[in-house]
């Protein structure tokens, strides 16, 4: 076999044994996680949310056959309701939609999905770079039981396996995008 064809095959092994290697088990991905000083971490994805003034629980859902997880739920704790916002980050694993092309596709899906449930769309899916990574967004509306509008975005992103997903709730389309660009950091 010539030097050539010898690095060829070694080079198409190695990147199809990268392509095999699985995404890791969701738990894995999820007790990731941490909360110290009002910041949620995530090591695995190499995430931090900083909401100070706001309360932070880990992990609250964990999905294990459905490979998803709500990895932190983040509550602000302002008194009025121009300052109040909810956060979630979701990790949903990328293998169990092998149909999937892309992150528009995933964020057109949820929020036809929530279109079912009667929130109204105020912006269509849309490009959006959180802390110099690309994620597609949408932007939905819904009422408050007492007759209030609020706003609620959907970003997400294919990132290690899995579809990286924050979904903020806030007073106007405007401080959903905001809170989100703010408070999320992730490193390269």
Same mark, same amino acid.
């Given at each position: 076999m010539s030097h050539a064809l010898a690095t060829t095959v070694l080079v198409a092994a190695t990147i199809t044994g990268a392509m095999a290697q699985k995404a890791p088990d969701i738990s894995t991905v999820a007790s990731a996680g941490a909360i110290a000083d009002a910041k949620y971490t995530n090591s695995f994805f190499k995430l931090t949310v900083a909401a100070p003034d706001a +309360? /932070?629980? /880990?992990? *609250? !859902? %964990?999905?294990?056959?459905?490979? @998803?997880? @709500? /990895? %932190? &739920? %983040?509550? #602000?704790? &302002? +008194? $009025?309701? =121009?300052? +109040?916002? $909810?956060? #979630? %980050? !979701?990790? =949903? $694993? !990328? #293998?169990?939609? *092998? &149909? /999937? &092309?892309? *992150?528009t596709q995933y964020v057109r899906s949820v929020r036809h999905q929530l279109e079912k449930e009667g929130l109204l769309t105020v912006r269509e899916e849309f490009p959006i770079i959180i802390s110099a990574v690309e994620f597609t967004g949408a932007v939905l509306e819904e009422h408050a039981p007492e007759g209030r509008k609020y706003y609620r975005g959907m970003y997400s992103a294919f990132r290690d396996g899995f579809i990286l997903s924050f979904d903020v709730e806030a007073a106007s389309p405007e401080k959903v995008n905001e809170l989100v660009v703010r408070v999320v950091s992730l490193a390269k």
């Open positions: +309360t /932070l629980e /880990l992990n *609250p !859902l %964990v999905n294990k056959e459905g490979g @998803r997880a @709500r /990895l %932190v &739920q %983040v509550l #602000a704790k &302002q +008194t $009025t309701f =121009d300052d +109040t916002y $909810t956060l #979630a %980050v !979701l990790a =949903d $694993t !990328l #293998a169990k939609y *092998p &149909q /999937l &092309q892309s *992150p």
